[in-house]
């Protein structure tokens, strides 16, 4: 348990915890990192949707390795942008945790203060000064909830976009392989075996010629 304050260094002491408090609400006030990604994180959820419709039409086209390159490059960009996202929130979380504890410290103080001065002989000046550090103290500690509430939910709604674009670079990656195994199969006789089609010779010097072109 934190001791009270002495009642008679109330008057320095409040202005101490005032000088704290102000510091927590200005910070809260002046960081708009959760405000921005909240303002962000619509938009980029409707782009998820769109290039997740748009991979499953592309992906069950058999596509190139070439074409699932360039979907996997958009991925990973979107990948990093939500995981940016996350640890300034995560940032965030940390500070408000931070300001709580502060808080919470100075709330112990300040209500056992108060109990020693309800026993005390002490001017009601006094013990209205304690009284409003407390009230201050409790509003302050409802807005760093509020907005540490607000941090944790577009966090989790980050991980879940986060889990979207994680799905989709996997099936990109189960297309790829898919790919790179039809390059071992044979799809027509061996071009070497010129009795396969009754090829003749001017065919496959043809055929060999054009394949060497593309």
């Known amino acids: 348990n934190r001791a009270p304050v002495p009642l008679v260094d109330v008057a320095t002491e409040s202005e101490s915890a005032a000088e704290t408090i102000r510091h927590i609400r200005s910070d809260l006030s002046s960081d708009g990192s959760a405000t921005h990604i909240g303002q962000q994180l619509p938009a ?31 991925w990973r960009r979107l990948r990093r942008e939500l995981s940016g996202f996350n640890r300034d929130l995560s940032r965030r979380v940390h ?18 203060t108060l109990a020693a001065a309800k026993v005390s002989s002490v001017p009601p000046e006094v013990r209205d000064r304690v009284e409003n550090v407390i009230r201050e103290i409790r509003q302050t500690r409802q807005a760093v909830d509020k907005q540490r509430a607000l941090a944790l939910t577009l966090q989790a709604r980050v991980g879940t976009q986060d889990a979207r674009t994680a799905n989709a670079l996997l099936s990109i990656d ?41």
Request: aromatic share 6%.
């Open 44 to 74: 980029m959820t409707r782009e998820i949707d769109a290039r997740l419709r748009e991979n499953r039409r592309i992906v069950a086209q058999s596509p190139s390795v070439e074409m699932l390159g360039g979907l996997e490059g958009e």
């Open 95 to 112: 500070e408000h945790e931070r300001y709580i504890e502060q808080l919470d410290g100075l709330a112990r103080t300040w209500e056992q």
């Open 174 to 214: 189960q297309a790829r392989e898919s790919a790179l195994d039809r390059l071992f199969l044979a799809d027509s006789a061996p071009i070497w075996n010129l009795a396969a089609g009754a090829r003749s010779a001017q065919d496959l010097t043809d055929e060999s010629l054009n394949s060497f072109a593309r």
